[in-house]
């Protein structure tokens, strides 16, 4: 995490694994809470039989037409990089926090953090976000 290259705009084009993702496995990262948890913040009409859309984000729909692959990845990696008052966690990075906690314990985290997602899942959720279109 700590050597991905940000281009303009926040776009990271160099996967991150040299390996394809796989669109039905990013769509489950998509979809479950205690993985990537994207359907909180965000709606499409591709997993609308996953209950409990959030608001938060813009909706889905057709992002794999107007967004790019390394689009799409800086924003998964790093929302930050192209939205900067964004509220989307950043599911690739591990350092420049400024506290993070140590679980639900209230207390602050203790030695290296690992990435919400792995490369490979960040590949995933961009082969699947590609898959949106109108």
Do not use: W
Not at 16 to 24: A, I, K, N, R
């Amino acid at each position: 995490p700590t050597e991905v290259s940000f281009g303009d705009y926040g776009s990271v084009e160099q996967s991150l694994t040299g390996t394809p993702g796989d669109p039905e496995a990013g769509r489950e990262v998509m979809v479950s809470k205690g993985i990537g948890n994207c359907v909180s913040c965000h709606a499409a009409e591709d997993y609308s039989d996953v209950p409990f859309h959030g608001e938060v984000g813009p909706p889905l729909d057709g992002i794999g037409e107007y967004r790019t692959e390394g689009e799409l990845r800086g924003i998964l990696i790093n929302a930050k990089m192209t939205f900067p008052g964004s509220v989307m966690p950043a599911f690739y990075k591990v350092d420049g926090f400024t506290r993070p906690g140590n679980a639900y314990t209230g207390k602050a985290a203790e030695g290296e953090l690992d990435p919400l997602l792995s490369a490979q899942q960040i590949e995933d959720v961009v082969a699947y976000l590609m898959t949106l279109t109108d």
